[in-house]
């Protein structure tokens, strides 16, 4: 059922800035509006998820989203939030870039609705390309002047040097103007009336409205996002071993579900209005739930749900939880054989470990050399056989005895043996 999408951003705290008469267009008539991705990789990462959120909210609420991959502007580099110019991409790297992004996003729009507001996927390389230098000037370049250019924030920190920042080539000076125009020809071709993004974005959106207004007399209309934040300071989206990817041959399903599970009970409250789709009253009883009980971490595991199934599969979320309860929880060697090789490396990351040849398990390894011997997870063949009678060893999760052998039958992933001693202490037998 359609709702009233300011309404819905509002309340869950999704809205920065929206520009006069936003709201009543709107609600006057189903209303085209964009978003544009930078392809500076060939996946999106969770900084991206609450656009394409804000896109599947405007759908939902009957409108019809546009996502703009920007090609052409992705050469250039927004200076937004920038200290320092970015590299620049080739026309091939950018290319497969946005093929990978195009992917993703059809797996949280709609493009084959049959209803006026399918969604739509534009590259604004494909109006750019044949757009020359001396054109662009006599035609965009001479409706806005350097000093409209120079208000922007996103311009004067730079000039001003603000947090570092290093001065701006003329290259990220006419980003602004690039992005303008890719309004102003969404507005011409496709009656788009809306630029939406986040808190940083608008500066360039409304050079956006400036350019439909003076170019093509119309009027066009801007809302941003706040820039998500962590309560503790860090930056949201990174983890250790840096962004966290939509892609789950970048970021794992058990690691990014990982991220949303240890989520502060502070942020936690934050992001399960922003972040999933779940109704006032759920969040309310939700959080009311979990201040009675926190150590349970409800909330945070009702986050870590939603937003794995939205961006992979209820199969690779249950296979995280398992994942996750082979650390935590009580589980057999079957659950460890099931997962496959990164899952399994991911939730061991850390683990100290030792190689040795497969040909070591053609007539068994023994328990000791397993242990100390041939690997030194414990320092002495004494600590192993003493571990041993304390029945304190276990392989692939299971208790054995001193006379047990390691063979073949036992690899996880036909390369790992996974030891413990005791409940915290383990050990990776990698054969190779």
């Known amino acids: ?203 360039n959106i409304t050079t956006g409205t400036e350019l439909v207004r003076r170019k093509a007399q119309g009027k066009a209309y801007a809302l941003t996002c706040p820039l998500i934040t962590k309560a503790d300071g860090t930056k949201f989206g990174k983890s250790e071993g840096g962004n966290v990817w939509l892609d789950k041959s970048r970021t794992s399903p058990y690691k990014f579900y990982q991220y949303w599970l240890n989520s502060s009970d502070e942020d936690a409250e934050n992001f399960i209005k922003k972040f999933t789709f779940l109704g006032k009253e759920e969040i309310e009883a939700l959080v009311a739930t979990h201040r009675e009980a926190p150590h349970e971490r409800l909330l945070q595991k009702k986050l870590a749900e939603e937003v794995t199934v939205m961006v992979h599969s209820r199969e690779d979320f249950d296979n995280a939880v398992k994942a996750s309860n082979i650390l935590f929880g009580k589980s057999t060697a079957e659950d460890l054989k099931s997962l496959d090789e990164q899952t399994f490396l991911d939730v061991f990351d850390g683990v100290p470990q030792a190689e040795l040849s497969k040909d070591e398990l053609s007539d068994g390894l023994d328990m000791i050399g397993a242990l100390a011997a041939k690997t030194q997870f414990l320092k002495t063949n004494s600590d192993a056989r003493r571990a041993l009678k304390e029945n304190a060893v276990s392989v692939n999760k299971v208790k054995v005895k001193e006379d047990y052998c390691i063979t073949a039958n036992d690899l996880i992933a036909e390369k790992y043996v996974l030891l413990q001693r005791g409940k915290k202490s383990y050990f990776l037998l990698k054969l190779v």
């Open 1 to 203: 059922m359609a709702y009233n999408f300011v309404e819905e951003l509002k309340w869950r705290g999704m809205m920065h800035d929206i520009m006069p008469g936003t709201e009543e267009q709107l609600e006057k008539e189903m209303t085209s509006g964009y978003i544009g991705f930078d392809p500076t990789a060939d996946s999106l990462h969770i900084g991206s998820l609450i656009p394409i959120i804000v896109l599947m909210h405007f759908q939902r609420a009957g409108h019809k989203p546009i996502a703009l991959v920007g090609g052409a502007t992705g050469m250039i580099g927004d200076p937004s939030g920038k200290s320092a110019e970015r590299n620049m991409l080739d026309e091939q790297a950018l290319a497969n870039n946005v093929a990978g992004i195009k992917g993703q996003l059809e797996r949280f729009l709609d493009f084959d609705g049959e209803g006026e507001n399918s969604a739509e996927l534009v590259n604004n390389y494909d109006w750019m390309k044949d757009f020359s230098m001396l054109d662009f000037v006599r035609d965009i370049g001479k409706h806005l002047t350097v000093n409209y250019m120079m208000a922007k924030d996103s311009v004067k920190k730079r000039f001003t040097g603000e947090d570092g920042a290093e001065g701006m080539s003329f290259t990220e000076f006419t980003y602004q103007l690039f992005q303008g125009y890719d309004f102003l020809h969404l507005y011409k071709a496709k009656n788009c009336k809306l630029q939406m993004g986040g808190s940083d974005q608008w500066g």
